[in-house]
């Protein structure tokens, strides 16, 4: 069974940073896709950040140039940077993997940006 497991999420202040965590119980290489999504209360669940095997990333509009998604392989682990918060970046932040054609989710943990 494959699991996503998030961490990182928390209370900070506009202008501010945070990194989100997601482990993965299979050798994060054979992901072919694994990305960040977030959901807004009200909203439907958006694309944040993906990252592809060979490397290649794409970020939404809203968060580019703020935002960063990275692979650790040794960890088997996936981040996402975020700097610059704003009050619109408060949301369950999603994990997402791709394997062998399956779609994986993690729990969710919650961002929220608030002075």
């Known amino acids: 069974q494959v699991q996503l497991v998030e961490s990182g999420g928390g209370l900070v202040q506009p202008g501010g940073s945070l990194r989100l965590s997601c482990a993965t119980s299979r050798d994060i290489f054979r992901f072919y896709l694994m990305g960040w999504y977030r959901q807004a209360p009200g909203n439907q669940r958006e694309l944040v950040a993906t990252?592809?095997?060979?490397?290649?990333?794409n970020y939404a509009l809203p968060v580019k140039g703020r935002f960063t998604i990275s692979r650790d392989i040794a960890k088997n682990t996936v981040y996402l940077q975020m700097n610059s918060l704003k009050a619109e970046d408060t949301a369950v932040y999603y994990c997402?993997?791709?394997?062998?054609?399956?779609?994986?989710w993690g729990q969710g943990t919650q961002v929220t940006v608030s002075s």
């Open positions: 997402n993997g791709q394997l062998n054609g399956y779609n994986y």
């Open positions: 990252s592809t095997i060979g490397g290649s990333t």
